[in-house]
Nanobody, 121 residues
Framework: QVQLVESGGGSVQPGGSLRLSCAAS????????MGWYRQAPGKQRELVAA???????NYTDSVKGRFTISRDNATNMVWLQMNSLKPEDTAVYYC???????????????WGQGTQVTVSS
C-alpha cells in the first residue's frame, strides 16, 4: 500500500507565499513523475506543476515564474513553493506520483487527499 500525505496549505493574502509538501510512503520501489494538481470549486482538476525523476520540470502557464516544484528522490518527497499568490490560485491542491510498487513492480499513479489553499484579502 502507498500513501501520499500533503501539508502546508492554508490561508494567505494576495502576494503572499506558501510551501506545500508531499510525503510518499509505503510499498514503494521507485517513483517516476511527481506533480501537483489543483481543483477550484466548479472547475476541473488541472496540472499545476510536474517534475521528472531526473529533475525536469513543467508548469502551467498561469504559475510560471511564481511557483517552483522540487523533489528529493532519497526521501520520496515533493514540494511546491508558491510565491506572489493570487486569488485565482485558490483551490484544493493534490499531490500525484507515478509509483512502482515493491514485489508486484506494478506502476500506476497515486493521489494525496488534498490540501486547501485560500488566497484572499
Amino acid at each position: 500500500q502507498v500513501q501520499l500525505v500533503e501539508s502546508g496549505g492554508g490561508s494567505v493574502q494576495p502576494g503572499g507565499s506558501l510551501r506545500l509538501s508531499c510525503a510518499a510512503s509505503g510499498s514503494i520501489f521507485r517513483i517516476y513523475d511527481m506533480g501537483w494538481y489543483r481543483q477550484a470549486p466548479g472547475k476541473q482538476r488541472e496540472l499545476v506543476a510536474a517534475i521528472t525523476r531526473g529533475g525536469n520540470t513543467n508548469y502551467t502557464d498561469s504559475v510560471k515564474g511564481r511557483f517552483t516544484i522540487s523533489r528529493d528522490n532519497a526521501t520520496n518527497m515533493v514540494w511546491l513553493q508558491m510565491n506572489s499568490l493570487k486569488p485565482e490560485d485558490t483551490a484544493v491542491y493534490y499531490c500525484n506520483a507515478d509509483i512502482v510498487r515493491t514485489i508486484t513492480l506494478i506502476r500506476f499513479p497515486s493521489w494525496g487527499q488534498g490540501t486547501q489553499v485560500t488566497v484572499s484579502s
